[in-house]
């Protein structure tokens, strides 16, 4: 617009001066080359309105140089200043950023399942228990003759007194003439020895009239009561009134028979010489005493005695004595014809007590017994339905005792005993047993012993009850005695009568008979499986930064292969069928829902085809070791766990014999996939590494200043920290500011931050804090971190901030996704920096208006002297201050140039603009033409503080003009020759 204006003057000149000199043309010329040239930084453009001033006749020529908007309208509009509602200005800068995480390895390892020994199965555990004849005892009479013949033998009985008189006759001479006289001394006579001679006979008879057949003869008859007594009677000797007297018994003599044993004589001076008793010189005491002895008949042998069927025994028994006795009296003739007695008595009374006899042989009667068999086949399983032949294992047997009795001295020499024994079972053979009766004979002299009999089996035909359990065997067992002898034998009666209650005692037992095999058919038969158990081990290297597990996810299920197969199954079973067959599966190891119960067991209850096995496979996808964890030992995990395996299958209706099943075997195995573990929970320590990140302000240029200092009392960083991982991170934060790549060392921040962790592994879960010198800056729903040399960071503008992070994992229970590739966190930061116009506030705005040399050399070759003219229009409440340094095309300064100082800009407000005009000299120094090498001017707006505005917030709306012009103040000279 201006160009055209100048044109339009141009025109007006020259056609108002048609006749001017050469010397306007030129002029006019040297007007429009100034208008057509700009600068190189293109601050001066003619589209924008060129304002030139020709005074014609005045004393100055102005020509544009800069002229702009600063600041607030321009340049703050750049997007790192945010608006607050009140106008305020803050420098806002936001960024995001990502911070990979190494991770854990993820672990793959292998479960190898230990191998199982194949389980045998036998027909004792699918059939009946262990069973037992309950123990059979008969007994019946062993009838032995009565042979006491003692009532029938007439006894040995003796009382018989013996009487001898004595009559005393006296010589007359030996009396005295006045023997009758009382007053006359008496004469004392001695009477002569009298002498009792005697021998004499006792009989004695015993006998048997007629003997009983068994009895051949009586040897020995044995007394009771078997005393004899012999007593000297003197008691009539008293009635002799002698003055003494002197008894001798010179001699006694009993002669007992040769069959006659007798012993023990007791009184003064006996003996017994053979079978003789005899008395010798005894004198007998002077008082009127019986004198009394005893001897003993022990037994009467009578083998010797003919005995043809009865017993006719007598004997006599001699006997003899010689007496003798004298004494005094002074009374003969009181003598004279007076007889007295000596009485021998000679008693027994004997009883026999026992016989020793010889018998014949003796006939026992036959005799027979029987008991009933009622015995039961125990809990055998209810999936029998039938059972006929049972075979049972080696060694079942019977045994039959039959006791021997006490019948010595006698013995059997003929004779047997027929045991019939139960039909339904089945012996080995034997010497005497008849296969087919089950008739055992027994002859006598193998009679009284154990006699064992093996068991082969039992036919039991019979149908179990619908509930099953037990089948009754019923039989009888008998035996008959035939025949039986006694043998001729020397016996006491009183043994005999021992024998009176003898019994045979027969006892049948076995022992516990276990089945071979049995012909069954069967409703369902079960076969217990034995018990087994197989150990998982592991011992496998996780990490290092792993101690101790908790949880572990399988990256996906793992198929886990439980696997049966059979052998030796008889070929008309099809299948068999699992009854609550149960595998206990360690508590740590989880599986698909559903797999297993509340107790980690799996249960099977179903069939398969024996031709294809059993495979049952389960998904694990999940180890959990409870609330303790597994702690692991240089990051080992090690396992040592056991599967238990215990339950039975079956098979259902069939005929077979039991010993089909004998040699069945069922393999069990087990495979496991390859583990990899995914999600895990546990106590980490992983090393993770420092973070270091810039934080570019990108600031306006005019903010770099070196001699830029904002004073900053309220900054705010705000930090959202993302994370996705399974564990809470402390974080050490030092922040420092760089200018120019230096670190400004007195503005260093430290802090610390604690990082939540996820919520939702892989989903971060954001932990916001801010850090603000002041609580009441940081927004709500920040956690305010109070850092209070936070302005320091800020007050000195850096171009970039390093933040500087130290992670560290905090807490003992955490989540690591260890299929994660890499793991992240996300940081959001956004700066804040309040502009206002502090206490430390201050304020330097450059600018560089090169590229002019053309156009000011095309004025200076017509003058020495030119002014600079500069208009401010200023809103910003400050005194600010111009400074213009002259600059050579390298941009360096001119030193030769001299610019007059220049006078201060008036401050203005948010409402009111303040103009200010200055008029600056530039010259150069005398002789140094230094003009020429003009190209422009560095250009310095700087403001300080004052008490008027300390405190103060910059706004949007505040800026300052510039408006620089050139001026001629002494006009043009113009040679117009030229």
Request: proline content about 5%.
């Amino acid at each position: 617009m201006e160009q055209r204006k100048a044109e339009q003057i141009l025109m007006m000149m020259n056609f108002m001066c048609v006749r001017l000199s050469k010397l306007c043309l030129n002029l006019a010329l040297f007007f429009v080359l100034c208008t057509t040239t700009s600068c190189i930084q293109n601050d001066y453009d003619l589209s924008k309105g060129l304002n030139i001033e020709i005074i014609v006749g005045g004393d100055s020529l102005s020509l544009p140089l800069w002229k702009d908007s600063i600041l607030l309208n321009s340049v703050l509009s750049d997007t790192s200043i945010f608006k607050t509602l009140d106008g305020d200005l803050s420098i806002v800068r936001k960024d995001s950023m990502t911070v990979k995480v190494d991770t854990i390895k993820s672990v793959v390892f292998n479960l190898t399942p230990p191998k199982i020994d194949s389980v045998e199965l036998s027909f004792t555990s699918v059939t009946f228990n262990p069973f037992r004849l309950s123990p059979i005892n008969l007994s019946s009479p062993l009838p032995i003759p009565n042979l006491d013949v003692r009532r029938s033998i007439l006894p040995i009985s003796n009382s018989n007194d013996y009487t001898y008189p004595i009559t005393f006759t006296v010589d007359p001479q030996l009396l005295p003439v006045n023997a009758r006289k009382r007053n006359k001394k008496a004469t004392v006579v001695e009477i002569d020895t009298i002498t009792i001679a005697s021998d004499s006979v006792i009989s004695q008879s015993i006998s048997l009239d007629s003997y009983p057949l068994q009895l051949k003869k009586v040897n020995t008859i044995f007394l009771s009561n078997n005393l004899v007594h012999v007593v000297f009677d003197r008691t009539k000797m008293k009635d002799l009134n002698l003055l003494d007297r002197t008894e001798k018994l010179e001699l006694f003599r009993i002669d007992f028979p040769s069959e006659y044993r007798i012993s023990n004589p007791i009184g003064p001076n006996c003996r017994i010489e053979g079978n003789s008793f005899i008395i010798e010189n005894v004198f007998l005491a002077k008082q009127n005493e019986n004198a009394e002895y005893t001897l003993q008949v022990d037994h009467i042998d009578l083998s010797n005695t003919l005995q043809t069927n009865y017993l006719d025994f007598k004997r006599d028994i001699p006997y003899s004595f010689i007496y003798k006795f004298r004494g005094t009296t002074d009374d003969p003739q009181s003598l004279v014809g007076k007889q007295i007695e000596m009485i021998i008595d000679v008693t027994s009374a004997p009883i026999i007590s026992d016989l020793a006899l010889e018998t014949n042989t003796i006939k026992v009667d036959d005799n027979v017994g029987s008991s009933h068999i009622h015995t039961f086949i125990m809990n055998a399983p209810k999936e029998i339905l039938s059972i006929g032949d049972v075979t049972f294992k080696n060694g079942a047997y019977l045994d039959i005792l039959i006791s021997k009795p006490d019948i010595s001295p006698f013995l059997f020499n003929a004779g047997y005993c027929d045991i019939q024994l139960p039909k339904a079972f089945h012996f080995k053979r034997r010497l005497n047993l008849d296969p087919i009766t089950n008739v055992y004979r027994i002859p006598y002299s193998q009679l009284f012993q154990t006699h064992r009999l093996y068991l082969l089996g039992v036919s039991i035909n019979q149908t179990f009850p619908d509930s099953g359990g037990e089948v009754y065997i019923d039989d009888d067992v008998k035996y008959s005695i035939s025949g039986f002898q006694l043998a001729p034998a020397n016996i006491r009666t009183s043994r005999v009568e021992l024998m009176n209650n003898l019994s045979y005692n027969f006892s049948f037992s076995t022992n516990s008979i276990e089945t071979e095999n049995a012909n069954i058919t069967t409703k369902e038969t079960t076969l217990e499986i034995p018990d087994r158990e197989m150990v998982i081990s592991l011992h496998r290297f996780v990490s290092n930064e792993v101690e101790k597990l908790y949880k572990a996810d399988m990256a996906a299920p793992v198929k886990l292969e439980l696997r049966f197969d059979l052998s030796g199954v008889p070929s008309n079973i099809d299948s068999l069928f699992f009854r609550n067959y149960t595998i206990k599966m360690p508590s740590f190891l989880r599986f698909k829902e559903g797999s297993t119960n509340s107790n980690n067991e799996i249960i099977l209850n179903r069939g398969f085809k024996v031709k294809e096995g059993f495979t049952k496979i389960v998904e694990l996808v999940q180890l959990d070791f409870g609330t303790e964890g597994n702690t692991l030992v240089d990051g080992y995990l090690d396992l040592d766990e056991t599967v238990g395996f215990s339950g039975s299958v079956y098979i259902k209706q069939t005929n077979m014999n039991s010993s089909e099943l004998s040699n069945i075997k069922v393999i069990p195995s087990v495979n496991v996939e390859l583990v990899k573990l995914g999600l895990v929970e546990g106590k980490f320590n992983p090393k993770l590494s420092a973070i270091k990140q810039k934080i570019n302000l990108d600031l306006p240029s005019y903010l770099l200043n070196d001699s830029v200092k904002l004073d900053i009392s309220n900054p705010v960083i705000l930090v959202d920290a993302g994370n996705p991982m399974g564990f809470p991170v402390n974080v050490d934060v030092q922040m420092s500011p760089r200018r120019n790549g230096a670190i400004l060392s007195n503005a260093i921040i430290n802090t610390n931050v604690l990082i939540a962790c996820a919520q939702i592994l892989g989903i971060p879960t954001w932990t916001k804090f801010g850090l603000a010198v002041n609580v009441d800056e940081v927004p709500g729903d920040y956690q305010p971190l109070v850092v209070p040399s936070l302005a320091n960071l800020l007050t000195t503008i850096p171009d970039e901030i390093e933040m500087a992070m130290t992670p560290t994992v905090v807490a003992d229970h955490h989540k690591v996704d260890l299929l994660a590739q890499q793991n992240s966190m996300f940081m959001k930061y956004e700066v804040r920096i309040p502009m206002k116009f502090g206490a430390n506030f201050r304020f330097s705005y450059n600018k560089s208006i090169i590229g002019q040399k053309d156009k000011l050399n095309r004025l200076l070759q017509y003058t020495k002297k030119i002014n600079i003219a500069a208009t401010i229009g200023n809103t910003i409440p400050l005194t600010l201050k111009l400074e213009l340094v002259p600059l050579d095309t390298q941009g360096k300064v001119l030193k030769d140039i001299t610019i007059s100082n220049i006078e201060k800009i008036k401050a203005g407000n948010t409402n009111f603009e303040s103009q200010t005009k200055l008029v600056v000299d530039v010259f150069e120094k005398e002789g140094s033409n230094a003009l020429i090498n003009l190209d422009g001017f560095k250009v310095t707006v700087s403001a300080n503080r004052d008490a008027t505005t300390a405190g103060l917030a910059i706004k949007q709306t505040q800026y300052f003009k510039l408006d620089l012009k050139v001026l001629v103040p002494e006009g043009l000279k113009v040679d117009l020759n030229k």
